[in-house]
């Protein structure tokens, strides 16, 4: 492919020289030298057009690949996939699933990121291969990759695929990973222990504590060690269960939930229902996670609730100051009449 321009001297000035590179392949797509979906000049052709090294062409192509103004084609090359930029960073945005609160982790993460960065939202919905495969095809493509995992495999060899200065994980503190990257993560022991403690007045009235623990949820052990210490630590009659249980349904127990979709909190409520009982006296019920409809829901539903807007805020900051962090997102505990 021959294309020249007496107009753009990419060697002149004093830019990193991958970056003159950056700004050629610009030049040529702004002045329709090439167009969205050509094919842009080889290695070959870039070398000897401008001087450069193989290793400084290809730190060049990789930054517009990760700005996504080109993608690169197995065995064919690179092509042109849109337009230049002027957004400093590219985000690829892998969750478990939508819901409540992952919609207002994206969208306070959106609404800080707007000005500076592209992002692109995908769902593994807890299938490892969907994971994994979204991981692998997107490798070149972005600046940062942020993740929540919650799988029952092991998805760390795939995690290290990403440089480590460019992961960012959310909500779970995956173990077994290399290098230095950033995590914001949910305490599931500690915040359940500090909840429940928080609370250790208005659960006195309750005579036995019963988590219900599902057994598909990733954190589930977790969640439990921190139920478990409370219990033990304060002398609290206590069970497990894994799902609810009318059989063991009765007057003086608390319940403590944190069912994916809130169909325990459902469940709980129509028992209580069915036998007259009254949430916040007869039996409690504390949830995990705020939505609007618990501030509502029977008069209200006490939670324990990690802050999502503030890890939203969290993942902005390390990207646009360029940090590495590592830390326990918030949780709070919110008292309603439920308790």
């Known amino acids: 492919m021959g294309i020249e321009s007496t107009e753009h001297n990419p060697r002149s000035g004093s830019r990193m020289k991958y970056l003159q590179l950056v700004d050629y392949i610009n030049h040529l797509v702004e002045s329709d030298q090439l167009h969205i979906g050509d094919r842009i000049p080889s290695l070959k052709q870039l070398e000897k057009k401008l001087g450069m090294s193989k290793e400084t062409l290809l730190k060049g192509l990789t930054h517009l690949l990760e700005k996504g103004i080109i993608e690169s084609v197995y065995r ?27 919609d207002r982790f994206y969208h306070t993460l959106f609404e800080e990121l707007k000005n500076v960065a592209d992002m692109d ?10 994971f994994e495969n979204l991981i692998r095809e997107n490798l070149g493509n972005y600046t940062h990759f942020v993740v929540a995992t919650f799988l029952k495999e092991n998805p760390s060899e795939v995690l290290n695929l990403i440089p480590a200065q460019k992961r960012i994980i959310i909500d779970y503190n995956q173990p077994d990973l290399d290098g230095e990257y950033s ?106 996670n705020d939505t609007a409809v618990k501030e509502i829901l029977e008069d209200g539903i006490t939670v324990i609730s990690t802050d999502f807007e503030a890890m939203g805020k969290a993942v902005s900051q390390a990207i646009m100051n360029k940090e590495i962090v590592t830390f326990r997102n918030p949780t709070r505990v919110v008292l309603r009449n439920s308790l």
Request: charge should be positive; hydrophobic fraction near 35%.
């Open 183 to 288: 995590c914001i993560f949910q305490d599931f022991e500690h915040d359940i222990y500090d909840g429940l403690t928080q609370l250790k007045d208005q659960l006195s009235k309750y005579k036995k504590l019963i988590l219900i623990a599902p057994h598909e949820a990733t954190h589930a052990r977790h969640v439990m060690d921190g139920f478990l210490r409370f219990c033990v630590e304060h002398a609290y009659r206590y069970a497990i269960e894994h799902e609810v249980e009318a059989s063991s349904f009765q007057k003086g127990n608390g319940y403590i939930t944190f069912s994916r979709y809130d169909t325990d909190d459902v469940a709980l409520i129509k028992l209580a229902r069915s036998k007259n009982y009254k949430l916040g006296s007869d039996v409690g019920l504390i949830s995990y």
């Open 76 to 102: 064919k090359g690179y092509y042109v996939k849109k337009k230049s930029v002027d957004h400093t960073y590219r985000v690829f945005l892998l969750l478990d699933k939508m819901n409540v609160m992952r």
């Open 121 to 130: 939202i995908y769902f593994h919905h807890h299938n490892f291969k969907v």
